[in-house]
């Protein structure tokens, strides 16, 4: 017998029982940043591996360790995108989008990928919604994009579960002073690193701050902090943005070792981040990157923008019994029909119930049956009403309305009158 074929490790199935709570999360998402005033974008999977190289940065776990890339049939390097970010500012720039200082604020949803060691919360293939806001300098616009997010936490009913930490990475010249602050204080002690830190020393020494290990923490406690080496007018983005969350009564944690993993970042940085999750409880995540545009060779433009873990989400409001019950669609009607000359009239008769009501959810019954099986399959489907088809109701031009959800009679509805006797009973149709 062969082999039974899977999905490769780390890429999951998202199956009929999961969509329902994937369409809600992204429909909420989707309508609140509608009501911001954020336009949709969608962008290819694939990019030149230069691009991520070039925008996420050499010495970054996602780049050096990360990556799928492969050389396609014309022997170019292509990598499977591992984030939004880079191929958005690639998109903008390409098409001219952000040119003359046009403001644009954007937002993409889809799959991304990363080699990384499979776990709950991550994976190789992952979801994000992410949103990116281009020409926008101020801190307005960080705090903006933070009280979105803190928007849609209540929506979704986890804002207790969730909390803000908060960063600013200063300017290109404050982090290099800072990491050669860091980096004299960590070479001093060298030998009490662990082996990824002392690494890490000589390509990426602000990741260190990252570092999970208990004695390299314990190290770093007495370390210089990246908020005292901040330039004066990094510092006065981040009182600005301070002042707004305080405004809008947003509780955060100022963490001076926040640095996130992606080269681009400056001055603001912020995650959101949940201990109802073990290890990988960063929900959200994002920060200013207004060095980026330039480093792809457009004109300064100040960048800054977030992606959310749709599958952390997910795992969250399952973990949190948030997954409203209504979600499956259900059908409103079960449509049941006895014989050939009453399956055809049904067919007729629901296309029309659907042209009158495009929102009515029908459900007509395929593969005939019995009376007693096709009223079983009724009643599975979850339908308020079954409507029964049989040659006495062809006669007569009338359909038999059957509650299936409440008590009450069956009752006989003329083929003319069933979809307002319908829309009368069922509001959403
Ligand atoms: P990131 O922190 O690498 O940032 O990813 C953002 C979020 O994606 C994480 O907080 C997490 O929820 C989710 N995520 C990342 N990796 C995985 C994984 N392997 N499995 C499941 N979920 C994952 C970025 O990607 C930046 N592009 C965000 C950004 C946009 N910054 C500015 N604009």
Redo the contacts with the bound molecule.
């Keep these: 017998m062969s082999k039974t074929l899977q999905a490769i490790r780390g890429m999951n199935d998202i199956l009929p029982g999961q969509t329902p709570v994937w369409r809600y999360l992204e429909g909420t998402f989707a309508k609140l940043l509608d009501s911001y005033g954020y336009s949709e974008i969608r962008l290819p999977i694939l990019e030149f591996t230069e691009l991520f190289a070039r925008g996420i940065g050499e010495g970054t776990d996602v780049v050096d360790k990360e990556m799928y890339t492969f050389l396609d049939r014309n022997e170019e390097s292509l990598t499977l995108r591992p ?3 880079a191929g958005c500012v690639r998109a903008v720039l390409e098409h001219g989008l952000s040119g003359g200082g046009q403001v644009q604020k954007l937002w993409y949803a889809g799959p991304m990928f ?1 080699y ?1 060691k499979p776990q709950k ?3 190789r293939q ?1 979801h ?1 919604i ?1 949103v ?1 806001v281009f020409n926008q300098p101020g801190p307005d616009i960080d705090a903006e994009l933070i009280v979105l997010t803190a928007r849609l936490w209540k929506l979704l009913g986890m804002a207790d579960a969730v909390s803000l930490q908060l960063n600013s990475l200063g300017s290109s010249e404050a982090r290099a002073a800072y990491r050669n602050a860091l980096v004299d204080y960590l070479q001093a002690r060298f030998d009490l690193l662990d082996e990824d830190s002392q690494r890490r020393l000589t390509t990426n020494p602000l990741r260190i701050l990252d570092s999970k290990n208990a004695q390299t923490q314990a190290l770093l406690a007495d370390a210089p902090t990246l908020l005292d080496y901040l330039d004066e007018e990094s510092r006065r983005h981040f009182d600005g943005l301070r002042a707004r969350l305080d405004a809008a009564g947003i509780a955060y944690q100022i963490n001076p070792k926040l640095v ?3 080269d681009y970042y400056g001055r603001t940085v912020f ?1 959101w981040v949940t201990d109802k999750l073990g290890a990988q409880g ?6 200013r ?1 207004d060095g980026l545009v330039s480093q792809f060779g457009g004109k300064p433009t100040p960048g800054v ?5 749709v ?2 989400l997910v795992l969250l409001l399952e973990t949190l019994g948030l997954v409203p019950d209504s979600l499956a669609a259900t059908p409103h009607v079960y449509v049941c029909a006895f014989g050939e000359a009453a399956e055809l009239a049904a067919l007729t008769l629901v296309e029309g119930l659907r042209d009158r009501l495009p929102q009515l959810r029908v459900w007509l019954n395929a593969g005939a049956g019995s009376f007693k099986s096709q009223f079983k399959k009724a009643d599975k489907s979850g339908a308020r009403y079954a409507l029964i088809l049989g040659d006495d109701e062809l006669t007569s031009r009338v359909v038999g309305c059957k509650p299936l959800r409440e008590d009450g009679e069956q009752q006989s509805v003329c083929w003319d009158d069933l979809a307002s006797w319908l829309a009368e009973r069922i509001e959403s149709a």
């Design positions: 984030e939004g970010t990363r990384e919360g991550r994976y992952f994000q992410g990116e996130r993993g992606l995650e960063t929900v959200c995540a994002g920060g990157y923008g977030f992606a959310m873990g599958e952390r």
